[in-house]
């Protein structure tokens, strides 16, 4: 069987999903920065991973790789409900690439995508909106809005012991009977060759600091009972890395290539290697994924309210 069965609150906010977007964009912009290499980052969030453009492409990928491995748009049972209308949010929509399509595969049903900044210039449909907003600093939408609350690849933005507060703060505005979905890549891999596992211990190593631990990211569904879900159902996929397994394959090794990158110079400052080294050891990284036939963890949850 495909499927698995397995409050405190934060802050809320009296804006409603039909509230005009001026009125309640008014979580403080993150600051940006930028490196010696060119990319940007926000030095005042605990997000480790840049955002520039470079970053945007990756997220598409990743957003192609996830829907080519699991089939489909939603892993929740919601179809039915989307199909005749209901609110929908994307914490940490990104490109918000995940939740246009939502909205335009439901046209009855009012998507809203939140991120600390809007990522790009998008002709998305009329039932989407963006709003600007900080999970970590409370969502704002008022208590029982949404039947559908969605959240993904998080795991470089939340430390760890935030995490059991975060899905309360998803579970307070998910509607009674509603359902919550969380999907994340641990840090968990089978078949791992030595540059794979030494780019996973530079993360960590970066992480650390910033309370980020994506070793634990099999307790999804374990903080979703915490949050007071009633009804849980937890899957992982073992994603596979190289095109030995074709095009997800192919796909997955450039998301991950892509993200590795993305820790270049926070690694050379911290992990004392030079840039040199750093990039051999991804540059190597297919040819091994490949012949190892690696394969890597990603989680996914669903709790109903």
């Known amino acids: 069987m495909f499927f698995m069965r397995l409050r405190k609150r934060l802050r809320s906010s009296p804006a409603e999903p039909g509230q005009a977007v001026d009125e309640i ?4 912009a993150a600051v940006p920065d930028h490196e010696s290499n060119g990319r940007r980052r926000l030095s005042d969030v605990p997000y480790l991973l840049p955002k520039d453009l470079d970053e945007i492409n990756r997220l598409d990928f990743q957003h192609y790789v996830l ?3 699991l089939g489909r748009l939603i892993f929740a049972p919601v179809d039915e409900q989307l199909r005749q209308g209901g609110q929908v949010l994307d914490v940490g929509c990104g490109t918000g690439r995940w939740a246009i399509e939502i909205a335009r595969l439901y046209p009855l049903t009012h998507v809203t995508g939140l991120d600390l900044e809007q990522a790009k210039a998008t002709t998305p449909p009329p039932n989407y909106r963006f ?4 999970l970590l600093q409370g969502l704002p939408f008022a208590d029982s809005t949404f039947h559908y609350t969605h959240q993904r690849f998080l795991v470089a933005a939340i430390p760890l012991e935030r995490w059991p507060g975060a899905i309360c703060e998803l579970y307070r505005v998910t509607v009674p009977g509603g359902w919550i979905e969380l999907i994340e890549l641990g840090a968990e891999t089978r078949n791992a060759g030595p540059c794979l596992q030494q780019l996973i211990a530079w993360g960590r190593q970066l992480a650390a600091p910033r309370g980020i631990d994506g070793t634990q990211m099999s307790r999804l569904g374990e903080w979703l009972q915490q949050a007071g879900c009633r009804q849980i159902y937890t899957h992982t996929l073992w994603l596979p890395v190289g095109a030995w397994a074709g095009r997800l394959g192919l796909l997955f090794m450039r998301d991950l290539a892509a ?17 040199e080294h750093f990039r051999q050891t991804i540059a190597a990284l297919e040819q091994e994924c490949n012949q190892h036939q690696t394969r890597y963890a990603c989680y996914l949850a669903a709790g109903q309210r």
């Open 25 to 28: 964009n008014q979580t403080e």
């Open 67 to 69: 829907r080519l491995a």
């Open 131 to 134: 709003i600007q907003g900080n």
């Open 259 to 275: 993200g590795f990158n993305g820790l270049e110079a926070l690694a050379v400052r911290a992990c004392g290697i030079t840039p």
